[in-house]
């Protein structure tokens, strides 16, 4: 999945996961965080926000790599319209970062 998301294949990156869930290939935090890393890096704030959806949903904790990019994604305000994309207990951190 990783790797379609570095090659910008997006939809087909969303298509093998929900293909992997179907299939009872269940995600590991490991691949989870992954993935919302690469969304974010990317600018996919809002696809990053399902997947941190699901980590929640799982009750997976955020590797501190995923935390300190997720928040470093939200300083400076540039994200900040894709609040509403990003589970609840996200937003405090968006908005301290954003004054």
């Known amino acids: ?32 965080n992954s993935v919302v890393r690469r969304l974010l890096q990317r600018g996919e704030v809002s696809r990053g926000g399902v997947y941190l959806s699901i980590i929640d949903k799982n009750h997976f904790s955020l590797e501190a790599s995923t935390a300190s990019l997720l928040s470093s994604v939200s300083s ?19 908005e301290s970062t954003n004054g």
Request: charged share 25%.
């Open 76 to 94: 400076g305000g540039k994200y900040q319209h894709y609040q509403k994309f990003l589970p609840e207990k996200y937003w405090s951190s968006m």
């Open 1 to 32: 999945m990783v790797h379609l998301i570095e090659e910008g294949l997006l939809e087909e990156s969303d298509s093998l996961f929900l293909s992997m869930q179907k299939n009872g290939c269940a995600p590991d935090s490991r691949m989870l």
